[in-house]
């Protein structure tokens, strides 16, 4: 009798510490980051920067956005996110000029002359060189686009892909860029207030 | 002498008679069992579902637990995600407005001077 | 194997001189060996379903009769000697259809058993008063075949040392 109530409980610890130690290592589990080909090795670029951004989220992450938002916020950045298959951005920031090396960067570019890229922007400068592609979904909204911007002090790389609509582009360009500006504006001011 | 004695054995140690009314007390005595078996059956039964009760009511609240540190871990990702999300849009928005508005000056100086 | 009450009652009515007198050779004591006897039938009750045949019903019997009996005399350290006479006053009594000499000579017979070791004892009970083979013994038992041969040997040669002297012992009484 009370070996098999022995045997029993035995079970149900052998049960539970099976399920916690499932449980445990579900949750452990980090979500691997997006593989990205086209900006292989650009990981180099942060050296010798100033600051480096860099952003990698895949769709399983990016689901995430939004679950948890409270209500009144704006929606607009979740609904978007939640339409992308990745994210990834690669933005460094030098110090100086001439920290790295524009041949560097032009073996990226390269890798969109090939699979069906098309050029929207390509700007060559005397100090900045942009060129942003895109690749067409079959309703005529974007499915992906690549940023590479280089400017003397500071690199970009952005490659998203997912259901964009130019409204979409327009609105990341307009808010979240007038934002940046913004942000940057006030900084700019408080530097010099600090300055007086 | 060993058969001899062997043969008074089997003789002398010959089976002899149960009690009288053994029967009726073993018989006796086996039914007072079985009711008793039968009694404690349900209370073993009973013990059996209150280790299982015990048992579901330790896993769920372990579940509990586990949900409750799941969903935390999943809310402080969502805000990690959000957060990163937000810093692509900026660097991409930037990075796209300030090609805009190049290009926007660069229409206005290749205007003006075609004007 | 399966039975309603009348033919477990029919089984105990079979066996229980069997069982009985198993148990009191082995304990020389007749109310232990009741009490005893009524257990391995209780037993018997419970464990029916498992038996398949009547055979192994006659098995069973005779290995938990054994089996109790000397796991009795271990747990009480009953002096077969002690016991020995009591058990000729009681055995008087029930030795039945025999003459006074008759009964007298069993009675020394059986005195002379119970006096043996409980392990010889069993394996010569079973013997001469169930008329198994050794093998037979063995098994019941659960002890080597060589244990049970040489269990039975050393127990014929202390009962014939016994009976000589018991026996001319006897014979001047008479």
């Known amino acids: 009798m009370t070996g098999r109530i022995g045997m029993t409980r035995m079970r149900v610890m052998m049960a539970v510490a099976g399920l916690l130690l499932a449980a445990g290592s579900i949750w452990a589990m980090e979500p691997l980051q997006q593989k990205d080909d086209l900006f292989a090795g650009a990981d180099k670029f942060s050296q010798g920067a100033k600051s480096s951004t860099e952003v990698n989220l895949d769709k399983n992450m990016l689901g995430l956005m939004g679950k948890f938002g409270d209500e009144g916020e704006d929606k607009s950045g979740s609904e978007l996110a939640k339409r992308m298959d990745f994210v990834i951005v690669r933005s460094y920031e030098y110090a100086e000029e001439g920290r790295y090396n524009i041949a560097d960067v032009e073996q990226f570019r390269k890798r969109l002359e090939d699979g069906g890229w098309s050029h929207v922007v390509k700007e060559r400068g005397e100090r900045e060189n942009t060129d942003v592609c895109v690749k067409l979904g079959p309703n005529g909204e974007f499915s992906e686009l690549v940023v590479i911007s280089a400017e003397p002090k500071e690199l970009t790389f952005v490659h998203l892909k997912g259901h964009m609509s130019a409204e979409d582009l327009m609105k990341v360009s307009t808010h979240y860029g007038v934002r940046e500006g913004t942000q940057k504006a006030k900084d700019k001011e408080k530097d010099k207030e600090k300055m007086k | ?115 | 194997m399966r039975a309603n009450d009348g033919e477990f009652r029919g089984l105990v009515e079979q066996h229980q001189s069997m069982v009985f007198s198993i148990a009191f050779r082995i304990l020389g004591d007749r109310g232990a060996a009741e009490e005893l006897a009524q257990d391995v039938f209780v037993e018997l009750h419970r464990s029916l379903g498992r038996l398949e045949s009547e055979e192994h019903v006659l098995f069973w019997l005779r290995r938990v009769a054994a089996h109790r009996s000397t796991d009795y005399l271990r747990r009480r350290s009953l002096r077969p000697e002690f016991m020995a006479e009591e058990w000729t006053e009681q055995h008087c009594r029930h030795v039945d259809g025999r003459s006074f000499d008759a009964v007298a000579v069993v009675t020394r017979l059986e005195e002379m058993v119970l006096s043996l070791p409980s392990g010889l004892r069993a394996a010569i009970v079973l013997r001469y008063q169930e008329e198994m083979t050794p093998d037979e013994i063995a098994r019941a038992l659960e002890q080597p075949i060589a244990t049970v041969k040489s269990n039975l040997q050393r127990g014929l040669v202390m009962l014939r040392r016994k009976a000589k002297s018991v026996l001319k012992e006897f014979m001047r009484e008479r």
Request: charged share 35%; net charge positive; proline share 3%.
């Open chain 2, 1 to 115: 002498m060993s058969d001899e004695l062997e043969q008074e054995l089997k003789e002398g140690l010959r089976r002899v008679p149960a009690p009288d009314g053994f029967a009726d007390r073993v018989m006796k005595r086996a039914a007072r069992k079985e009711r008793l078996r039968i009694r404690v059956m349900p209370q073993r039964v009973s013990y059996v579902w209150q280790v299982a009760v015990a048992a579901m009511v330790l896993l769920a609240v372990l579940f509990g637990v586990g949900e409750i540190a799941q969903r935390r871990e999943e809310r402080r990702k969502a805000e990690l995600v959000e957060h990163q999300f937000d810093v692509a849009m900026r660097v991409t928005g930037k990075t796209l407005s300030g090609v805009g508005e190049r290009i926007s000056k660069t229409g206005t100086k290749d205007e003006r001077g075609e004007q």
